[in-house]
């Protein structure tokens, strides 16, 4: 009977590929059917709140109608145009609360100021594979170092001896000398 092992770069191969295609094979299913003309139909849905306290509320709304990695382009009508600090507070009150948005941008539209901002439901591909890069990696160096053990210990085992070797030899050496020097320290 002969046996068979399994070598672990070939596990991590194969699991790193699952999964990426599994990713790609996700992605390709979510895609919104396509029209005769090659566009895409979008729905319009209008949301009205009176302050910044009523958005998250409404982004939550928004995001309950749409499919896990579809993008809802938003139009938020104020006032006045928000400057940059309030636009980077909007986009890190997002993130914070756990919304996936691309950074907002504000500008007049017929008259209008309009802060647009891009909201997609649940995590893009890409941030789903990078925290699993670093793992694989590691697993990947473990496994290298498990299969290429045996060259490493063919190329350690000589150098092992000749330490070993030299150590004797040094204490060999060091013995007289040290032997004379415990004596004189010993009659004083």
């Known amino acids: ?24 094979m996700a992605a390709g299913a979510r895609r919104p059917p396509e029209t005769q003309g090659g566009y895409t139909t979008m729905q319009t849905n209008e949301i009205v709140g009176h302050s910044a306290a009523e958005l998250p509320t409404a982004l939550d709304l928004v995001e309950s109608t749409m499919e896990v990695g579809e993008k809802a382009r938003l139009a938020i009508c104020t006032e006045a145009l928000p400057t940059e600090d309030e636009l980077d507070d909007l986009y890190l009150g997002m993130l914070a609360r756990g919304f996936h948005a691309y950074r907002p941008a504000s500008r007049i539209i017929e008259g209008v100021p309009t802060t647009e901002l891009i909201l997609q439901k649940g995590s893009p591909s890409f941030a789903v594979i990078v925290p699993l890069l670093v793992p694989l990696f590691i697993i990947g160096l473990i496994a290298f170092g498990i299969v290429q053990i045996e ?18 030899a040094v204490a060999l050496i060091v013995r007289k000398p040290a032997q004379k020097y415990l004596e004189r320290a010993g009659a004083r």
Request: hydrophobic residues 60%.
């Open 151 to 168: 060259a490493i210990s063919k190329a350690l085992l000589p150098l092992f001896i000749t330490g070993a070797v030299g150590l004797v």
């Open 1 to 24: 009977m002969t046996e068979v092992y399994l070598r672990p770069e070939d596990v991590l191969f194969g699991a790193t590929v699952s999964v990426l295609i599994g990713l790609l």
